[in-house]
């Protein structure tokens, strides 16, 4: 489970197993947890699952994708070349 960025508590990572799937990013902090498709051709995320979150924890997270879009990009594709983390 490569962690690629720590931002205001929140572990932003992957996990090794799911390279079949579509680029997402897996987040958590405490006892929270989500997980965020990216659309890169529209520059956009889709949340797939969240647990334990309120909204504000969700936004919160949102924007530290936006925020980071194209490293979380860069990272998965070396993470998936096995050049990653």
């Avoid at 051709?41 to 194209?70: H, L, Q, T």
Wanted: glycine letters at 6%; aromatic letters at 18%; charged letters at 30%.
């Amino acid at each position: 489970m490569p962690t690629i960025l720590f931002v205001l508590g929140w572990r932003f990572f992957f996990y090794a197993n799911e390279g079949s799937e579509p680029i997402h990013i897996h987040c958590k902090k405490a006892d929270m947890e989500c997980k965020f498709w990216l659309d890169q051709e529209g520059f956009d995320i889709e949340e797939a699952y969240s647990y334990n979150m309120s909204p504000k924890d969700k936004r919160e997270v949102k924007k530290i994708i936006f925020e980071y879009f194209e490293v979380i990009e860069q990272e998965w594709l070396s993470f998936q070349r096995g050049t990653g983390k």
